[in-house]
């Protein structure tokens, strides 16, 4: 029977720390990967789309109102006599393009969202590898190398005559 050479298993186990080491690092990381892509799905897919709903109801009323103004400020004349109703014609228009805006906004987020939630959910996978990596795959690694290590141990006791 050929005698076998077993020194250094300290080394094996600071390989073995290392790898649990690695193996939390890896949680931390898919975690925070999670926390972030939601983080990200939320601001364009809720807080992006809502921002420019509620912009585009706000320039819709002050359109309204706009439009009521200018709408008494030509009517509370005679026949004949012309107002100028100048300053009420450009809020009609700015609200116009206002509004305008807020809607091309509303739509471009409402894309950007679709866009994003694809681009998570393309992310959410190869982040659940990661996540499957840390929690089983690297802490069944550094279990089983405990494991072979115990016995180098207790094949190194049986070698040395005590």
Same mark, same amino acid.
């Given at each position: 029977?050929?005698?076998?050479?077993?020194? +250094?298993? +300290? *080394?094996?186990? &600071?390989?073995?720390? &290392?790898?649990?080491?690695?193996?939390?690092?890896?949680?931390?990381?898919?975690?925070?990967?999670? &926390?972030?892509?939601? !983080?990200?799905?939320?601001?364009?897919?809720?807080?992006?789309?809502?921002?420019?709903?509620?912009?585009?109801?706000? #320039?819709?009323?002050?359109?309204?109102?706009? $439009?009521?103004?200018? *709408?008494?400020?030509?009517?509370?004349?005679?026949?004949?006599? !012309?107002?100028?109703?100048?300053?009420?014609?450009?809020?009609?228009?700015?609200?116009?393009?206002?509004?305008?805006?807020?809607?091309?906004?509303?739509?471009?987020?409402?894309?950007? #969202?679709?866009?994003? $939630?694809?681009?998570?959910?393309?992310?959410?996978?190869?982040? =659940? #590898?990661? @996540?499957?990596?840390?929690?089983?795959?690297?802490? @069944? =690694? =550094?279990?089983?190398?405990?494991?072979?290590?115990?016995?180098?141990? &207790?094949?190194?006791?049986?070698?040395?005559?005590?």
């Amino acid at each position: 029977m050929t005698q076998s050479d077993v020194r +250094d298993l +300290d *080394s094996l186990d &600071a390989l073995r720390q &290392a790898v649990e080491r690695l193996a939390d690092r890896m949680c931390l990381s898919s975690q925070s990967i999670h &926390a972030t892509l939601n !983080r990200v799905d939320e601001h364009f897919s809720v807080n992006q789309v809502t921002y420019w709903r509620d912009q585009t109801r706000v #320039a819709e009323r002050e359109l309204t109102s706009a $439009q009521d103004q200018l *709408s008494r400020k030509r009517s509370t004349v005679r026949p004949g006599d !012309r107002v100028p109703a100048t300053e009420e014609a450009k809020n009609v228009a700015r609200w116009k393009t206002r509004l305008r805006l807020c809607q091309e906004k509303e739509r471009l987020a409402r894309r950007i #969202a679709i866009e994003m $939630q694809q681009v998570c959910e393309k992310t959410r996978g190869p982040s =659940a #590898a990661l @996540t499957e990596l840390g929690e089983v795959a690297l802490p @069944t =690694a =550094a279990n089983r190398l405990l494991s072979l290590i115990d016995r180098l141990r &207790a094949y190194q006791d049986g070698q040395n005559p005590g």
